[in-house]
Every structure is written in C-alpha cells, then in structure tokens.
C-alpha cells in the first residue's frame, strides 16, 4: 500500500470518484484507491458504530432478577446464594458500564465470598454468572499458591489463566470474573498472627490483598517466575470481580460458640443450637468468625459480600440429576442420541442414584461418579450393537450391577 501524493488525474478514489488532484492524499492498494475524505468518514463511521455498540452492550446488561433466572436454569436450590450473587454482580457491572457523571462519587467494587459444604454449588455459581454475562473466567485453587520466592506458584498467576481466558485481550481481561477454590485452606492455622514465615497461609492472603483491592500487576505472558529479561503485561485488577469460596470445615463450632456465649446456663444454650442445621449455622457467620478461623481482617475486608450455601437433600438432588440444562441424565441421553439409540432411566433407578450420593456425603458432586459407574459398560458395548435402538436403566441397574434392558429394532430382548 502507497500513498500517491503527485496530480495525476489517471489515478481516482474508488469510493467517491475523486481524481488525485481533488483531494489531499490518495492511498492506493491492488487496483484500488481511496482518498484521505473517504478514509476520515470511515474513521467516523467506525467510532459511532463502537459507541453504538458499547451503548447497546450497557443497555443488555440484565438486571438482578433475570440473572437469577438465569442462574436457576443451571443450578438448583441455593435461592439466598443466587440472590446475592445476582445483585452483587448487578452492580458490578453497571459499575463498569456507565460512567458516574458526579465526580465526587466514587462507587468502589464488591468481591465476593462464598461459604458452604464441599459439592452444593459454588464453582457452577461462579462459572454460570460468567457465562450468562459473556465474561472472561478463570478458577484459580488457592492451596497451590504461595509467596513470591518459595516453590509453588505466585499470587499473579491467577490473572495469567484469565488473560488466558481472554484470548490475550488486556481489555477482556480487566473486566473478567476471577473464582478463587478452597481460600479457606489457607487460613492461618490458630487464628493468631504467625511469628515465622507462614509462606503458604497467611503470606498468601497478604498477596492476594492488592489484585482483590484492585492495582495494576504485571504478568509474564506465559505464566511462571519472572525474571528480570522478560516482557510483562499490565493488567489492571479494579474491574475484575473476585469471587471465593471455600468449605471452612469447623467454622460451625466457632459460630456455635460465639453464639452460646451470649447465653446463660447449660440448658438454654443446648437448647438454642441443638437443632440448628450447618446451612443454618453458616448463615450466622460474622466477620468475626472469619477473624477466628483465621482469615487475616484486611482480606475479610475486601470480600463484602458474603454468600452461604445450603446442603442439598434428596430432593434437591434429584433435582439436579434431571432439571437443569446441564442435567446429567440429559447428557447422557444426548450422548446415545448421537449413536441413535434412546436412553430411559426409571424413577426408581434416579431415586437409588440418589440414595448413593447421599450416603457419600460430598454433595452434588459425587453424582457424576455414581452415573459414570452406572453406564460404563453401557457406553463401552452400546455402540458396538447393531439394531439397538433403546436402553432401559433399571434400579437393579444401579443397586446390583445388573445389566439394563436393550431393545433392539425389530426383537426385544433382556440381556
């Protein structure tokens, strides 16, 4: 590409027709011209498609109600959680999106913290909100990291998986959703400020304080240490949403205590938390329990809005094995429809599935390891079968590892 800044009236702009001694500049390619009118009013075009745009994707942010609704396609129950996490990312984001014309107001962000027991939800909470919001998302595992300098992996590797995420785009990056896993695991382990170097505890909250505050950090591009000689890449962290979640096994008995101490007498206070369920306990929990736990005050400051989990019963449960959109009783039929044979499940065969996950006591979680089980031998021999057109999963199925009824296309037979 060259510009033609000579007269020669042979040369025309292929846009508006103008000769070269029209116009300023002619800027030519392969058989083709255009002039330096035409290239300004592209540039306007473009800016006031970009603004359109932007307009348009402030104006399709969805309010907390229909983020909500959004969330109970994927995840069951957890209608506290949902709520929570729906109005906090509500407004994070229209904290992005619109510019405060007051100068002096200055709306600052809100990480999360989500407490519950192992398997209820709070990885699928993180990773919907995410997709419904058509963001950048990374799940970073806090047992991992540790100071910079000691063996594990530095605190800014978190915002390399999501540049990552990104597609490298910076600017996706610095408006993305960042779920830290298990920040409970690294917890100082009395509570008390530790005197030596806790590399992997308390070291590690005190690096995670300036990206959950928001700062620029530099990232190695490809993750690892950094080193003196290697280009880095700038991310600022005042728009990311941060959300953590963590199981903080024993928490309940620090909130059980704090809350007896406020009673008199051994009966009135057995009475009061005797029947009280772990969802209701953590329901309780107070900065202060956190304090105790042995999360450091300054961490506990930035994670504002704090989000608790129920445990899921047998009927949530079933729930889940069969209603949302990800069901895994869906994508199994979906996996045999692709092989041309249907796939039924009896109720009673769905109820001992979810006896099973209920004795495991890990949640949601232990759902997709009891179904692998189940159709294992299924999946391995199914599409080996010709003519089999319909697999039937009974309770005996699940419960003795019999095998399931196959209904061929033109004879039915038991195997």
């Known amino acids: 590409m060259s510009s033609k800044n000579f007269r020669n009236p042979i040369f025309r702009c292929s846009f508006c027709g103008r000769s070269a001694d029209e116009v300023e500049s002619l800027i030519s390619g392969p058989d083709v011209h255009i002039c330096n009118y035409c290239v300004e009013s592209a540039m306007e ?34 209608e506290k959680a949902k709520q929570i996490l729906s109005v906090a990312v509500y407004n994070h984001y229209k904290r992005i999106n619109h510019i405060v014309e007051a100068e002096d ?53 978190i915002l390399v998986r999501l540049y990552h995420a990104a597609n490298y785009n910076v600017k996706e990056t610095e408006r993305g959703i ?5 920040i409970d695991k690294i917890s100082r382990k009395d509570g008390n400020p530790s005197i030596t170097r806790d590399v992997s505890g308390e070291g590690v909250q005190q690096a995670l304080l300036k990206i959950l505050e928001g ?17 880095l890449v700038n991310i600022n962290t005042k728009n990311i949403l941060f959300i953590c979640g963590g199981a903080f096994e024993g928490l309940e008995e620090i909130v059980l205590r704090r809350i007896g101490e406020k009673k008199i007498g051994f009966e009135k206070k057995l009475s009061t938390t005797q029947h009280l369920s772990t969802s209701e306990i953590y329901s309780m929990v107070e900065p202060e329990d956190l304090l105790k736990y042995g999360l450091i005050p300054e961490l506990i ?45 009896d109720e009673e065969a769905l109820n ?23 159709m294992l031998d299924i999946m391995y021999k199914a599409p080996s079968m010709p003519g089999l057109k319909k697999v039937v999963i009974t309770e005996e199925v699940v419960t003795e590892k019999k095998e399931p009824v196959y209904e061929f296309a033109r004879t039915k037979r038991s195997a």
């Open 352 to 374: 001992a599935v979810v006896r099973q996950a209920i004795k495991r006591k890990t949640g949601a979680r232990s759902l997709r390891s009891i179904m692998e089980n189940v």
């Open 105 to 157: 107001v200055e709306i600052e962000k809100s990480n999360i913290l989500l407490i519950g027991p192992t398997g209820t939800g709070k990885t699928l909470l993180a990773q919907t909100l995410a997709k419904i919001l058509q963001v950048p998302f990374a799940i970073a595992d806090a047992t991992v990291l540790t100071e910079a300098g000691y063996v594990g992996e530095d605190v800014e590797n």
């Open 45 to 78: 075009i473009i800016t006031r498609h970009r603004k359109q745009a932007s307009i348009q994707q402030r104006q399709q942010l969805l309010p907390p109600n229909k983020i909500k609704e959004e969330l109970d396609k994927y995840v069951i129950g957890q």
């Open 178 to 182: 960042i779920y830290i896993d298990e």
């Open 215 to 231: 700062t620029v950090s530099g990232i190695p591009p490809k993750g690892g240490r950094k080193h003196p000689e290697q280009n």
């Open 301 to 345: 400051g930035r994670l504002p809005v704090v989000g608790t989990l129920n445990e899921i019963d047998e009927k949530a449960l079933y729930s889940i094995l069969t209603e949302p959109k990800n069901a895994l009783v869906k994508q199994y039929k979906q996996l045999m429809k692709m092989e041309g044979i249907e796939l039924e499940f």
